[in-house]
Each structure stands twice: as C-alpha cells, then as structure tokens.
C-alpha cells in the first residue's frame, strides 16, 4: 500500500493532538506524554498509521467494520446521496427514500414480529430510546409504575446518562450520577470468572434466575424490561451457557416484562445469524443496533420494535427523536453495506469459512500456558489470560496489568488485539480470509509469548490467593 505522505510528521501530529483532542475512555496526560498512534488509511483487514506501519485490524474498529475497509461502493453511495438529499428529518410530518428503504430492508432481515424502526445516531442514542419506549408503552397501556428496567453488571449499553446507566460498567458509573434512578443491576453469565464450582450450565440457569428474584423483589408490576446483550461485548467476550438465555426467556413471558436485545455488537452476522437473538434463540420485543449495521462507515444505530409495541407508540405523540434520526446519508450507506452483506452472502463466509477458521486458530493457541480456554461465538472471542488453567485463578497482580501487557505486544507486532481486563479480545471484519486469520494467529502467539516471557522475567506468574 502506497504510504501516505501529505501529513504532517508523526510527532507534529501527536503534539496537536494532544494540545486539542480529548479521547473516550482515554487518561488524557497519559496518552499525550506517550503520542497516540496516528491511523491515516485502511484497507480490508489493515490499517496505516503515519509511520506507514501496517497493522491487522483484529477488532474491526471497535467491533463495526464488518465488510472491512476501503469498500468503493459505500462512498459512492454516500457521494451520490450527498448530491442529491445531504440532509432531512423524519419529524413534524416528512420522510425520505433512504430512511424508507432501510426501515423495510431491517424489517425484512429481523424476526418476523420485529418491523418498525426507530432511528438513532448511534448505539447508544437507540438505548436512551428503548429506555423511554419501554417505559411510554406501559404508561400508554395504563400502568405507568411499570417503569424499572433490570440490566447485568459488565453489561455495556452505550456512554450517554440513560445507556450508560443501563450498562453495568461501575468505573463508568462512579463518574457523573449514574446510574440514574429506577435500573438494577444482576449478576452476569460469566462463568469463568465467576462460576466457582458450578458446572456452566448450573451457573446459568442461576445468573438467570437472579432475574427471577429481581422481578419479585421490585414486583413485575413494577418492572418494564429487561435488557442484555445476546453475547456481551465490551465486557470480555462473554458467550453464557446455553442454558442461560432460555431461562431468561421464560421469566421475561411468565412475568410480563419486555425484553431488548442488544444487538449493537452481536447484530448484522457477528454470531454467524443476522442477529445474535437468532443465535441465542430468543424473542426479544426490542433490538437495539448501530455498528455492523453501517459497518461503521457512517454513524447510524436504532431500535427494531415489534409490532405489539409499535402499536401502542403510534397511537401516542412519543416525544423523542434526534436531528439525525435516519440521516439520508447514513441510511443509504447501511442499505448499501447490506445489500452488499446479501450479494455476497457474508452470513454463510462467516460460518462455513471464517468462525470454523477462528475458531480453529484459537484452539491453537489454547495450549499457549497464558491462554485459559477459548470462549466464542462466530466472529467474536475472547481467551482469558490466566496464570493457572484448571482452577481459572486470577493473577496476583493488578487486574488488567498481564492484559495490558499483551496488548503492548500486539501493537508491537502490528496487531490490534484489545484487553478487557486480562481477557484478550478478538471481533475481526467479517470478511477475514483463513489465510488472514493464519497471519493474526502467528501475530498474536508471538504477543502472548513475549508476555509470558516478560511475566516470568518480573515474577509475575502468580496466582491470586
Ligand atoms: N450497546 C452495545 C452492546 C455496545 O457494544 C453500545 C451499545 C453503544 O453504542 P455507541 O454507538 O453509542 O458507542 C455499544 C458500544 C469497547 C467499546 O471498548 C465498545 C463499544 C463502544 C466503545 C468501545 O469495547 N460498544
């Protein structure tokens, strides 16, 4: 690839960086003592950075580059769109061909009770949404107090007031007044972490049953949802047992309380399904997408909503909405990745090609004596780091510090790898080739390598007591 030269130097760019540019999730004075890394182009799978660096791109951006970088076709639709409609709302009365195609594209590819859309810019703007839906549709049926909304800890649901109280994240939390009033929280489906002695299947079904216990103690006439993500995300790639979600489901229908799927990472072939719901085999009433549903090309997310709830919030005035609910711009690039997604049969590369050939090179690196096991679903993974397998113990150090570690090693091994914790994370563009795939794994068994050597060499192998 054709390094790129009409920049200026790496250093320039940092120092203005720094001057100017504050970072999500980021320790501002940290990273500017250290430069951030300056991503100037990508292609498929690779990214640039200004030093001309290639890096393989193991994370899909942040979990939304599903078709891979630098698709032609996707900035030809968003030129001619430009041209021809840059920019209308969808409130006081007006709609546009974009908004219409892609809310009937959506209807057609999520279950058959989901169709109709509501438009958001993002994932976490559609969560902001589900939260005052959920509780309007109860309002409007006549039971306003059915208002809370239970949620997981380690859930992540977006970084705004609402979505971010619905998320479970308590470094979030403890900054700015979340969670705000009316959100639980219960235990997540982390067996590995958190499952002690139990069988996995005995651990899900009692994570789920301590939603059971939630409804009763808040009462069901008090509880508007549910909210979760099929496979958690953000949280550690965190695939429960098969005997958590149907629980889930069960309770949800015996107690009235709608359930929202998160899809904003699962969604649009991440599990090997169009939707992680699909996956999991449940029925949410709500699902809540962005990411992959653009494949991060153009900022879009929204709620699916079926057709029992619709009915009831189109017979109100639902006081909501954002000035870029349904951009022409971005819907037209959605409808376009999607058309794309279908022309060329992303769903079955996923699962006959690229998660048979993931998954295989992370069985693989299952013996590396860091890796704890391999937890996956189609596209997404994790491999718990740990210093001693059978009793999954936690390292003694700092949570995060061997993680981090490795994460180092990635990048110095041109590989963007993620930590979550001391779990290392995996979600590459869908469109990864097993030869490319070949080329991550020699990556990444070289990072866990040097990070193993770098814990033996300061001791730090050690297993919490
Ligand atoms: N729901 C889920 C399941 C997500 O993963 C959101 C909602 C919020 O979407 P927006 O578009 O508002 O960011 C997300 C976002 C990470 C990371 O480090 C994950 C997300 C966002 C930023 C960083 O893993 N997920």
Redesign the pocket.
């Known amino acids: 690839m054709a390094s790129i030269t009409n920049h200026l130097p790496t250093a320039e760019l940092q120092a203005l960086d720094a001057a100017h540019h504050m970072h999500?999730?980021t320790t501002g004075d940290e990273l500017a003592a250290k430069g951030a890394r300056v991503i100037t182009r990508a292609k498929g799978i690779y990214l640039t950075d200004s030093d001309g660096n290639e890096i393989l791109d193991a994370?899909a951006g942040?979990?939304c580059v599903n078709l891979g970088y630098g698709r032609p076709e996707l900035g030809e639709v968003a030129k001619r769109q430009m041209s021809e409609l840059p920019y209308y709302n969808t409130f006081f009365q007006t709609t546009h061909v974009p908004g219409i195609a892609l809310a009937k594209t959506l209807a057609d590819l999520a279950p058959a009770h989901l169709n109709h859309v509501f438009f958001a810019?993002?994932?976490?703007?559609?969560?902001d949404t589900n939260l005052r839906m959920v509780r309007t549709y109860w309002a409007e049926k006549g039971q306003p107090q059915k208002s809370h909304v239970i949620s997981r800890k380690n859930?992540?649901?977006?970084?705004?007031i609402g979505?971010g109280s619905l998320?479970g994240m308590t470094y979030m939390h403890a900054q700015g007044g979340m969670p705000i009033p009316g959100i639980h929280h219960i235990g997540q489906p982390d067996w590995w972490a958190e499952g002690g002695d139990h069988t996995p299947e005995d651990f899900g079904l009692a994570r789920a049953q301590e939603l059971e216990a939630k409804i009763l103690e808040l009462g069901a006439e008090n509880v508007a949802a549910f909210i979760g993500?099929p496979v958690?995300?953000?949280g550690g790639v965190i695939v429960p047992p098969a005997t958590y979600w149907p629980e889930i489901q069960r309770i949800c229908k015996k107690y009235d309380i709608l359930l929202i799927a998160?899809?904003?990472?699962?969604g649009f072939g991440r599990t090997g399904n169009w939707f992680g719901s699909e996956t999991m085999d449940i029925t949410p009433d709500i699902m809540?997408i962005?990411?992959g549903l653009s494949s991060g090309y153009a900022?879009i997310?929204g709620s699916i909503v079926s057709d029992a709830i619709a009915e009831v919030i189109n017979a109100c005035e639902f006081n909501h909405g954002y000035t870029y609910s349904g951009h022409p711009v971005c819907a037209a690039v959605a409808e376009e990745n999607l058309r794309i997604m279908q022309e060329e049969d992303i769903l079955t590369h996923v699962r006959k090609v690229a998660a048979p050939a993931l998954k295989a090179a992370l069985d693989g690196l299952a013996d590396h004596p860091l890796v704890g096991t391999v937890n996956i679903s189609g596209m997404m993974a994790s491999l718990p780091l740990t210093p001693h397998k059978e009793s999954r113990a936690k390292f003694a150090g700092d949570a995060g510090a061997v993680g981090y570690t490795c994460r180092e090693h990635c990048f110095a091994n041109n590989l963007v790898m993620?930590h979550?914790g001391d779990r290392m994370?995996i979600s590459p563009p869908l469109v990864i080739t097993p030869e490319e795939i070949e080329i991550f794994a020699t990556r990444a068994k070289l990072a866990l390598d040097a990070t193993y050597k770098d814990l033996k060499e300061k001791d730090m192998l050690k297993a919490a007591s």
């Open positions: 999500p999730f994370m942040l979990w810019g993002s994932g976490s703007e559609a969560n859930a992540y649901h977006g970084s705004s979505s998320g993500e958690q995300g953000a998160d899809e904003v990472i699962c809540t962005a990411k900022p997310g993620r979550v994370i």
